[in-house]
């Protein structure tokens, strides 16, 4: 048996040649180029209308079916470009050289790389839509878009024209039996605080406080997760030590990338030497008191203290207290729970980090995410209002992207659930997640447009044990081909 004769042979063929055409992400460099190629000469073989916008997202147009013209218009999206990991010892070329696929048992996986199926399976299932013989259809649109898998790029820069219809079917879920119905928009906050450089005072004891080993993780899909963050608490135990006694801050160094929970962070401060006492009972009572609020999510934990040198200059009083307070107040975290959906975050922070810059700065940076757009500029107006009054000296909020709102009774969700109920004799489970997907994207081009995201399942995603499952592409595809009909019948 080969990949190309599996049921359904209509997706497998499909997906079986996908597999061949090199599509690494990288659109700018030209890494999409040869499966651009591929699409067009899809569309030309099989006379269907294409487009290619200007950001290099393909769309491939059939036209309703006899009697179904006026009929309403369903878009079947998923991205064209792949993650290209390999596991040690391969020599695969992802610019040249074709995925190599291998059936084990109910799987489809690679030799020892990705696979692609995220996302080659769902464009594999939307072009075997356009081509379906028996479907009976309103206008069909297949629509391939260029690195989701490095920012969002192709669905970011996506306009109207490119998406004729009315529904839009994401296939880029990886769960059979999920239906996905939301996600969260992103903004990141950025607050720059200019410090004076002061010579160090010889007559304090420096030490250096390290916190170390902690959980971190993904600032959307861990947000809920009880993580501790080391920018909070690094800010926290300078506050508390400044309500003890007199100290200077030389260097604040915590977190990292805006989108990762923070699991790091050295302090270096200065003290009057008669304070080493106090310092150590301040140390050891916060430390005491963060294990135990942290026991279950944090036990690798450590926060440790020793005296250092002293440096060559110290951030100017003000400044560092000013910086402290304001990351101590600002909010991490979850900000709000859905009440569409149980369970899922709807509006959260993450305070990513605080670094000391070049040219004598303090940036501390925030990323906010809600599924509901005014939830997120509302948490990230709170931020600034913070440290605005802190006397930060510069606050940009860039890089924001749009939210997917659930809306629990949508037309298409309806039709979505009650199709694969009928076909398969459960009910589907509905989720949004707390991340971002390009369905918010799409609707910044079309606000009026429904979507769900599904799809089969797929396991170690971006990975060399990627892989798919097989019966679950059969289901994936009877559920296209239902819904296709169902708007269709419903709207002739
Ligand atoms: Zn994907």
């Known amino acids: 048996m080969q990949v190309k004769d599996l049921n359904p042979q209509a997706v497998w063929s499909i997906f079986d040649e996908i597999t061949k055409v090199p599509r690494p992400s990288g659109n700018e460099e030209g890494k999409l180029d040869k499966i651009r190629a591929w699409l067009v000469e899809f569309a030309k073989k099989h006379n269907l209308e294409y487009k290619i916008d200007k950001t290099g997202n393909v769309a491939i147009f059939r036209p309703a079916a006899p009697g179904y013209e006026n009929c309403k218009g369903i878009v079947l999206q998923g991205h064209m470009d792949m993650v290209a990991e390999k596991g040690p010892g391969s020599t695969h070329n992802f610019d040249t050289d074709p995925i190599e696929t291998i059936i084990d048992g109910e799987w489809v996986r690679a030799n020892n790389t990705t696979l692609g199926a995220d996302d080659g399976m769902g464009l594999a299932i939307a072009l075997a839509a356009m081509i379906e013989p028996t479907l009976q259809c309103g206008p069909l649109e297949a629509l391939a878009t260029v690195d989701e898998e490095t920012g969002l790029t192709g669905a970011s820069n996506i306009e109207a024209d490119m998406l004729v219809g009315d529904y839009l079917l994401n296939l880029d879920e990886e769960e059979d039996g999920v239906i996905t119905m939301g996600c969260a928009g992103g903004l990141v906050s950025i607050f720059k605080f200019n410090y004076k450089p002061e010579a160090a005072p010889k007559d304090r004891t420096y030490f ?22 080391t920018t909070k608490l ?238 679950a592409v059969d289901k994936a595809w009877k559920q296209i081909q239902s819904i296709v009909n169902i708007i269709a019948e419903e709207s002739k």
Request: contains cysteine; proline residues 4%; glycine residues 8%.
């Open 208 to 229: 250096e406080i390290k916190f170390e080993h902690f959980h971190g993780g993904h600032s959307g899909a861990d947000i809920h997760m009880g993580f501790a963050t």
């Open 234 to 471: 690094s800010s926290r135990l300078l506050w508390n030590i400044g309500e003890e006694m007199d100290y200077v801050l030389a260097k604040i160094d915590a977190g990292n990338l805006h989108n990762a929970i923070a699991h790091a962070a050295t302090l270096v401060i200065g003290i009057k030497p008669e304070d080493k006492e106090k310092l150590s009972v301040v140390l050891n009572t916060f430390i005491a008191e963060v294990k135990n609020e942290y026991k279950r999510t944090e036990p690798k934990m450590e926060i440790t203290c020793k005296s250092v040198d002293a440096p060559e200059t110290i951030i100017d009083t003000d400044t560092a207290r000013r910086v402290v307070n304001a990351v101590y107040a600002a909010p991490h975290g979850i900000a709000a729970m859905s009440m569409e959906i149980p369970g899922l975050v709807e509006t959260s922070t993450n305070l990513a980090s605080v670094k000391m810059r070049e040219g004598n700065q303090i940036v501390v940076e925030m990323f906010h995410r809600s599924s509901i757009e005014s939830g997120k500029y509302d948490l990230t107006h709170k931020c600034e209002t913070i440290f605005r009054m802190a006397g930060a000296n510069e606050i940009i909020s860039e890089g924001g992207y749009q939210g997917w709102e659930p809306i629990a009774d949508s037309h298409l969700l309806t039709v979505a659930k009650d199709s694969w109920e009928k076909l398969f004799g459960v009910r589907p489970e509905v989720r949004a997640i707390h991340a971002g997907l390009e369905c918010g994207l799409f609707l910044k081009a079309r606000p009026d447009m429904e979507m769900i995201s599904f799809g089969p399942t797929l396991r170690d995603v971006h990975s060399p044990a990627e892989r798919c499952n097989i019966p």
